[in-house]
């Protein structure tokens, strides 16, 4: 990929690249003819980052349009777009596997330029682009053994990461907390799972806030800005 300074330039050079991974990694590897509906599906989980996405939700929308395709489509045409990266797939947390995989998934996607290249610059989009940050993060430095799900209760944690048969690290991932609300989800969230972990290992990753929160529990959360914990320092 040719590298210019030029903030159009790269957009368009993201653009395009978008459309050689639709069209040549997907459409042409696979054999698939619907184009249109195939770039407004990954739109939409491009659009749906960091929340739970129900396909059956977007096949409602889809048909709405007057547009065709059946639901088994749109999970092959999920299935595919994790094959070539274009997007990583979480699922929910649970001591039972069948209920971990049948539980709707997290999608990430594998940069946040090319997301913004396609969608354009969404309001309120830092915080989402924060987190698919540090789930890439997360994602380069697993080791064999990891794995790396949400956990979502009444409240919700956005990482639970297993090494091994353990519960390693549990990450919520904010751009502030200085709302009192967001503040209290945030701390409510991460100390549900940890008490359904038993996780003692607790971050929130935050712009640029350093804390550390003491829970009733005698647990630590440690609060550090994104800078920091990608430096490991």
Known sequence: MVLTENPLHKVKILQAYFDAMLLKDLAE???LSNIEVLRYYL??????????????????????????????????????????????????YSKSLQKTESSQPKYYCIDNGLRDAVLL??????????????FLQLYRQRTPVDRIFYYQGKGECDFVVQRGI???????????????????????????????TGCRNLYIITADTTEEIELDNGLTIHVRPAWRWLLNI
Not at 43 to 64: F, G, P, V
Not at 122 to 133: A, P
Not at 168 to 175: E, G, H, K, P, S
């Open 29 to 31: 590897h696979y054999r």
């Open 121 to 134: 610059p969404q309001s309120g989009d830092n915080g989402k682009k924060l987190e698919n940050t540090v």
């Open 166 to 196: 353990e519960i390693d690290r549990l990450i919520q991932v904010t751009w502030d907390m200085v709302d009192d609300e967001t503040r209290r989800r945030e701390i409510n969230g991460i100390a549900e799972a940890a008490e359904a």
């Open 43 to 92: 739109k939409r989980i491009m659009a749906n980052l960091t929340k739970q996405t129900s396909i059956r939700a977007i096949h409602s929308d889809i048909k709405s349009r007057g547009l065709k395709v059946s639901k088994d489509n749109l999970y092959d045409w999920a299935n595919y777009a994790c094959d070539i990266f274009m997007f990583i797939r979480i699922s929910n």
